[in-house]
């Protein structure tokens, strides 16, 4: 460096003595060409970097938000107390003897009725007109009623999701050409949709049971959900917390502060970095031997799911809690000595609060790449269709099967119907929104707290 | 401190769960990823209808399955195991040995095998002379057993488009690999009189012969996939001269990009595999653990539900996703209410 500076130099005795401060000799353009050519590079890699993540979000924004609009239908269905509660006595044992199977004829007494009331022509029976309603529509019948025993008799106006492939002929995923061998809905079925379309019957709108819902079956992908598998993440989380937040800061408090310098402690810290390298996939082996088949814990549970995870993010949260503790200088370890303080006041009074912005930024971290985990769930049972009933209370959350949000997102994009995959994109938009959030936390946390010498 | 509050209080849900770990109230069910569909709408019906949790279904394999379904009896085990083939006697001696002596193995019905193509792309009329041609490592060639030469499918057979072969065949750990290998591969070799030849070079041994037949080739031109059929489907996207091979069920699902080619001139179809002409389907089951039933509360419940005629008859939901409703579900009901159990007299 000291060589180019010289003669450029005004002050230095002129080595050549031709040329003047506005004019660059040739070294000096060679040198700022190759500023000019790195910075070309880096703006390049910047650029190359933001188009992928451009394209990565478009793919991802114009997939997914099809998923949080939902087609639904609007119909009045009577309930006859001839077919609904035989007896009569509105006994609620007997009225749950009709399953769903006997709640479906209404569907299609129904839109006879409204046929007749909007004076739609079609050649559809009843059967085919029901079949562009969700299979669950018989099931939303049933609870409806089972809730409320004293609706039997009157006839009471539904809103029931419409099929996958309606709600993706609304959506333009599926057209009059794209059904042509298809046997779960016909041409006729979908002129019939665009009458009730036209009669204001069918309407597509925003649809909250995609964020709160649970999973659906196979059958239905127009009713299936993030809500369960999102409890089940929160619980994983609160697991996480609980046991990687005390242990990882208490371990790093110990090995920072108290340990003793030796091999011991060297190959403590090696172990550590290479705990924090080791795939994802290895915990589940683990979980699944120590958790599930040796201290027997349920599987499937979020229990087991944190408990795994917690192994993952602990030496993530050990190495950043240990960096921030490091970063705090001696000075003030010394100067809380000096004036008679304990080493463990020393450290909780001082050192551990002027650390606790780092340690927070590593534990928020720490747990987005938890959130975002599927491999270790695969082993525990936590991937299939499980995330079926909400949660009723912390210990249910903990320990009913459940699933977790790329979990869920995995298995919903390995499913057979199409339309579970426009469900996994919206799953993922979820997630991202998610990882955004906390890590958003975490930078602000840093930017407000983190102090600097 | 609170880090004290939150390891006590982490302790404490530890323990709840030892105590709560043994009282499972809903039925877990694991296994075939091709009867997965199936068991998740039967689960979701099965809540509905009853006052029973939703059972939970997994996937995996139906091998993995069995496996995990022959670990043991009790709570921390599954209740059943679903399978896209029949159990093997290994597996039966290895759930005895475990002490899961009393199994009940319930048909639940038939699944068909189809052959599809990319939809805007050429249309082919199978035989399973054409597969074994086309994908096996060793074909004869005029008497002499040779390394496969076909490179497009016109070579196999004349009446077919100079397409290149490119085959998307499940991995062996699926179910589905052995019904492809046994009713299409193995037949083609003995229609073709190859299954003789290779008899004949390997000293009349018939195993041997067999699996000279089922050696698919590994040149390229037979891909093995061992993630789910959306993996085969993508890859058909991305190849359009791919030809996969899928459940019926998946292609009925995606119509609209896939064309289904005929196997011996019959297209396949619920009607077709339960008439039994078309000739690539398969049974699937799934296992019952015996000793679990009136421990774990809905089990037998659930799987009387699942072979009920309004779930697994023709007209019921199962067999409109694609399932071939089984034509003795009769003999099976009554199977299960007997809990009959496998190999036995009871």
């Known amino acids: 460096m000291t060589d180019a500076t010289t003669s450029s130099l005004p002050s230095a005795t002129p080595v050549s003595g031709k040329g003047s401060l506005m004019q660059q000799d040739a070294r000096t353009r060679k040198r700022n060409a190759a500023e000019t050519r790195f910075k070309a590079y880096g703006i390049a890699a910047i650029t190359i970097g933001m188009l992928m993540l451009l394209v990565l979000v478009y793919n991802i924004v114009s997939r997914g938000t099809g998923a949080f609009q939902q087609t639904f239908v609007t119909l009045e269905v009577a309930l006859p107390a001839e077919k609904l509660d035989k007896n009569g006595t509105r006994n609620l044992d007997d009225i749950k003897k009709v399953s769903t199977f006997g709640y479906t004829p209404l569907l299609r007494d129904a839109f006879e009725a409204k046929i007749a009331e909007k004076n739609i022509e079609t050649e559809l029976s009843g059967k085919e007109m029901a079949g562009i309603l969700s299979a669950g529509a018989a099931a939303q019948l049933r609870d409806f009623v089972l809730a409320d025993p004293t609706v039997i008799g009157s006839t009471v106006a539904f809103e029931f999701l419409a099929s996958s492939r309606v709600d993706g002929y609304l959506k333009n995923r599926v057209s009059r050409d794209s059904i042509a061998n298809d046997k779960n809905i016909s041409a006729e079925q979908l002129d019939f949709v665009d009458q009730l379309t036209a009669s204001g019957a069918i309407e597509k709108r925003f649809n909250l049971d995609f964020i709160t819902g649970a999973d659906s079956s196979d059958a239905r992908p127009e009713a299936a959900g993030m809500g369960v598998s999102m409890m089940g993440s929160f619980f994983m989380m609160l697991v996480v917390l609980a046991l990687a937040l005390p242990i990882g800061v208490a371990a790093s408090i110990y090995l920072e502060e108290f340990a003793p310098k030796n091999w011991l402690t060297d190959i403590i810290e090696v172990n550590i970095s290479n705990l924090a390298a080791v795939p994802s996939i290895v915990f589940g082996i683990l979980g699944l031997a120590v958790f599930i088949n040796y201290m027997h814990l349920p599987t499937s549970a979020p229990l087991v799911g944190g408990l ?39 450290v909780f009074h001082h050192v551990l609060p002027l650390a606790a912005p780092g340690i927070l930024t590593g534990t928020i971290i720490g747990l987005a790449q938890a959130l975002g985990e599927t491999a270790p769930l695969l082993l525990i049972g936590m991937v299939g269709f499980i995330a079926s009933n909400p949660p009723d209370s912390i210990a249910s959350g903990l320990l009913d099967p459940n699933s977790a949000m790329p979990a869920q997102i995995y298995e919903w994009a390995k499913r057979a119907d199409p339309a579970f995959y426009e469900r996994a994109w919206g799953g993922i938009i979820i997630l991202l929104l998610f990882l955004v959030t906390m890590n958003t936390i975490a930078v602000i946390l840093r930017r407000r707290f983190e102090r600097r010498w | 401190m609170s880090f004290v509050k939150l390891t006590t209080s982490a302790l404490a849900i530890a323990a709840v769960s030892a105590t709560t770990a043994a009282a499972r109230d809903q039925v877990q069910v694991a296994g075939s990823s091709t009867v997965l569909p199936y068991a998740s709408i039967v689960a979701e019906a099965f809540g509905e209808n009853f006052d029973f949790p939703t059972p939970v279904v997994e996937s995996g394999g139906s091998s993995a399955g069995l496996k995990r379904f022959c670990e043991g009896v009790g709570e921390n085990t599954i209740d059943i195991a679903n399978a896209s083939r029949a159990i093997k006697d290994s597996e039966v001696s290895v759930c005895a040995e475990n002490g899961v002596t009393d199994i009940i193995e319930v048909r639940i019905g038939y699944d068909g095998i189809v052959f599809a193509s990319d939809i805007a792309g050429n249309s082919f009329e199978f035989t399973p002379t054409d597969w074994y041609k086309a994908l096996s490592a060793e074909v004869v060639v005029d008497g002499e057993i040779v390394a496969n030469p076909y490179t497009t499918w016109d070579q196999v057979n004349p009446e077919f488009p100079a397409q290149p072969i490119q085959a998307f065949v499940p991995g062996t750990k699926h179910g589905t690999r052995e019904v492809f290998e046994d009713k299409v591969i193995l037949a083609g070799c003995e229609a073709t009189g190859d299954f003789e030849a290779f008899k004949a070079a390997n000293g009349d041994d018939k195993k041997a012969a067999e699996k000279a037949c089922i050696g698919l080739r590994t040149d390229g031109k037979s891909v ?17 001269d791919g030809i996969g091979v899928f459940g019926l069920a998946f292609y009925e699902n995606n119509t609209n990009k896939l064309q289904v080619a005929t196997m011996s001139g019959i297209t396949p179809s619920t009607e077709s595999i339960a008439t039994g002409e078309y000739p690539v389907s398969r049974p699937l089951f799934f296992y019952v653990k015996k000793a679990h039933i009136g421990v774990i509360p809905g089990l037998k419940e659930f799987a009387e539900f699942f072979v009920a005629d309004e779930i697994a008859g023709p007209d019921g939901p199962l067999s409109e996703y694609g399932l071939v409703a089984d034509p003795k579900l009769e003999d099976t009901q009554s199977a299960v209410a007997d809990e009959a159990v496998l190999g036995g007299n009871s």
């Open chain 1, 308 to 346: 795994v995870l917690t192994l993952m993010t602990l030496p993530t949260i050990i190495i950043s809690t240990r960096a921030s503790l490091k970063a705090v200088p001696p000075s003030i370890r010394d100067a809380a000595l000096g004036v008679g303080a304990s080493k463990m006041q020393s």
């Open chain 2, 224 to 240: 093995d996939i061992d993630g789910d059929y959306t993996e085969t489907l993508a890859r058909i996207e991305s190849n359009k």
